[in-house]
């Protein structure tokens, strides 16, 4: 791949970085230029222009294509403007289409919740079963840092990536489809859509779905023809499976879908069920996702990369026959609680702190459908968990599992996570 004209990155994050590397070593003499909407343009070896001079700088053809990091919405109008300057744009992932994706097996996996735990489990699998296997996307490195590493490459996308991916994998995974991330695609319609663009389209790549992906008019549209679609297990398989789980530190029936696709995902490139129950008895959890915690008599939960209500459904029923309080809500992405508050009591929850902004609605709607649930409304996750710890005898696990993003309050979950965490250390210790 050769690049005539000079490149910018739009945004500085650890693809970008990535890409900078990936050019460098192509091409060491190529003028690269870098914007960002907010913060610091922190990438080595180029040279910032300001989001207000893009405009001006296309229209004089400083750079002649756009490589757009995942969090920019490729929505904006500076990519209409971009196109209609005839200057494309592409992304991380595309670049390692074109350089990489000869002669690989790629899995893509996606999907609104879970599609990190599955990719992790079938890398797991894959490499206990003895295949050359790398895992990268939002797990693992970026695309271009995986490179031409591995036989078979494993990427975790979300819906960001999949919106124009321009390249086939040879097997296409989606987990599940709830509305998320309405403010980067601008419509629940167009969130399905792009995220369905891993599928939903022409070629001979196999496809494999989650439990709650089936049965789901929408993706059986997508999938087209279902001979795509992977064998099911075996009953004598899922049970082995099952049986594996249950010896895991995976928790919740979402875990066990999860692994569930992941060895689908693994039989369909010539992994083995020695490998598949290898790799579950090698899992650990991710971090923020179901992270437990002890401290004195109290299970600490550290949900915090659940953005949607189905995460935080999720995350309640792994943890059957407890008395819970549970911390919810968080940044606004217009999305519907009615039915999360209406499971709250018989998923065992006692009090419910709400965080704003999601919180406010989700406290209403348990105050309607859960009028013995105590709520309190918290200004910030500080005041919540202390909130929480002055009534510690009313329960025994507290989950922080907020079904909304962090954006409003935090830089992103990870943050929040470790803020919960700290916090649980200081009160409950």
Same mark, same amino acid.
């Given at each position: 791949m050769q690049f005539d004209e000079p490149v910018l990155l739009y945004g500085a994050g650890r693809e970008a970085l990535s890409t900078r590397a990936f050019l460098k070593?192509?091409?060491?003499? %190529? @003028?690269?230029?870098?914007?960002? +909407? &907010? $913060?610091? /343009? +922190? !990438?080595?070896?180029?040279?910032? !222009? +300001? !989001? /207000? +001079? %893009?405009?001006? /700088?296309?229209?004089?053809?400083?750079? $002649? %294509? !756009?490589? @757009? &990091?995942?969090g920019v919405s490729r929505y904006k109008p500076i990519f209409e403007a971009a196109r209609n300057c005839a200057i494309p744009v592409t992304s991380n992932l595309n670049l390692w289409g074109a350089s990489y994706r000869h002669d690989r097996t790629v899995v893509a996996i996606t999907g609104t919740k879970g599609k990190s735990t599955t990719a992790t489990l079938t890398h797991l699998m894959l490499t206990r079963s003895g295949i050359d296997a790398g895992l990268a996307g939002n797990v693992g490195l970026a695309p271009l840092e995986i490179a031409d590493r591995h036989a078979v490459v494993i990427f975790e996308l979300s819906s960001y990536q999949t919106a124009d991916m321009n390249f086939l994998p040879d097997v296409a995974a989606l987990t599940n489809l709830y509305p998320e991330h309405v403010d980067w695609h601008g419509s629940v319609e167009r969130y399905y859509a792009d995220k369905l663009h891993l599928i939903d389209r022409d070629g001979t790549f196999a496809v494999a779905l989650g439990a709650a992906a089936r049965g789901n008019a929408l993706v059986a549209r997508a999938v087209r023809d279902h001979r795509r679609l992977l064998p099911d297990l075996t009953a004598e398989q899922s049970l082995v499976i099952e049986n594996a789980v249950a010896r895991s530190r995976l928790r919740g029936a979402h875990n066990l879908d999860n692994a569930l696709l992941a060895a689908q995902i693994t039989l369909g490139v010539g992994g083995s069920m020695d490998g598949i129950v290898q790799g579950i008895a090698a899992f650990h959890p991710l971090p923020h996702r179901l992270e437990e915690h002890r401290f004195g008599e109290m299970t600490i939960v550290n949900d915090s990369i659940s953005t949607t209500p189905e995460a935080t459904k999720a995350a309640l029923a792994a943890y059957p026959g407890r008395r819970i309080a549970l911390i919810a809500g968080g940044h606004e992405r217009e999305q519907d609680y009615a039915e999360l508050a209406g499971l709250l009591a018989s998923r065992g929850v006692r009090l419910l702190a709400t965080l704003p902004v999601t919180g406010f609605r989700l406290a209403k709607a348990a105050e309607q459908r859960a009028p013995d649930i105590a709520v309190i409304q918290c200004p910030d996750l500080d005041q919540a968990v202390a909130a929480l710890a002055a009534q510690r005898e009313r329960f025994d696990t507290l989950i922080l599992s907020p079904g909304a993003p962090s954006y409003n309050q935090f830089k992103n979950f990870e943050e929040r996570g470790s803020r919960f965490v700290a916090l649980c250390r200081t009160h409950f210790s």
């Open positions: 070593a192509r091409q060491p003499d %190529l @003028k690269v230029f870098v914007t960002v +909407d &907010s $913060g610091n /343009a +922190d !990438i080595p070896e180029t040279e910032p !222009i +300001d !989001i /207000a +001079d %893009l405009p001006a /700088a296309m229209a004089t053809r400083r750079f $002649g %294509l !756009i490589v @757009k &990091s995942p």
